[in-house]
T-cell receptor
Framework: NAGVTQTPKFQVLKTGQSMTLQCAQD?????MSWYRQDPGMGLRLIHY???????DQGEVPNGYNVSRSTTEDFPLRLLSAAPSQTSVYFC???????????????FGSGTRLTVV | GENVEQHPSTLSVQEGDSAVIKCTYS??????FPWYKQELGKGPQLIID?????GEKKDQRIAVTLNKTAKHFSLHITETQPEDSAVYFC???????????FGTGTRLTVIP
């Protein structure tokens, strides 16, 4: 089925460890983004990309890195995990606003990360 | 950046009643306002959206209204059903940008 695929679904890390959250989409969407969801705080934008080779920071980028080598993939890297990064992470994709197509987001099913 | 506020944070209604969720935004340059429904353990799913050149949009039991002057928009669900129980998020996007800024969510419970 077409959509956004996130792996893993669950992960427990120790403080200081690093890891990569994977995100892939098969809809040929130009735009991809990462959000974190915390209780009472909604969804906050971490990083986003408007196309392969182009990335930029969102509202809460500290402690995270991204890259976009292909249109399909947009991995999120935690460099040195901290308890404050315990959250549910969502990847989303859409057509670029400049394409003129509807740019409603398609979200993945999320990765629940716990840092101890 | 854009600041989106959403109220109420929780809402309980009897099955068959209507539910209304309200959001305000801060940036007058925002021109796209989607609503997402998130069921337990899943990612948010787009249910309806509206652009700033439209005042109201309906899709079966769901409607969204937009007041650009007051910078607020609302989600209306009529004839609520138990399967409408979920967390609902409003969002806003500034003209020319793909990025969405989300409200803090409303947990809707429909009581059978």
């Amino acid at each position: 089925n077409a959509g956004v695929t996130q792996t893993p679904k669950f992960q427990v890390l120790k403080t200081g460890q690093s890891m990569t959250l994977q995100c892939a989409q098969d809809m040929n969407h130009e735009y991809m983004s990462w959000y974190r969801q915390d209780p009472g705080m909604g969804l906050r934008l971490i990083h986003y990309s408007v196309g392969a080779g182009i990335t930029d920071q969102g509202e809460v980028p500290n402690g995270y890195n991204v890259s976009r080598s292909t249109t399909e993939d947009f991995p999120l890297r935690l460099l040195s995990a901290a308890p404050s990064q315990t959250s549910v992470y969502f990847c989303a994709s859409s057509y670029s606003i400049s394409s003129g197509a509807s740019y409603g987001y398609t979200f993945g099913s999320g990765t629940r990360l716990t840092v101890v | 950046g854009e600041n989106v506020e959403q109220h109420p944070s929780t809402l309980s209604v009897q099955e068959g009643d209507s539910a209304v969720i309200k959001c305000t935004y801060s940036d007058s340059a925002s021109n796209y306002f989607p609503w997402y429904k998130q069921e337990l353990g899943k990612g948010p799913q787009l249910i309806i959206d509206i652009r700033s050149n439209v005042g109201e949009k309906k899709d079966q039991r769901i409607a969204v209204t937009l007041n650009k002057t007051a910078k607020h928009f609302s989600l209306h669900i009529t004839e609520t059903q138990p399967e409408d129980s979920a967390v609902y998020f409003c969002a806003a996007s500034i003209s020319g940008a793909n990025n969405l800024f989300f409200g803090t969510g409303t947990r809707l419970t429909v009581i059978p």
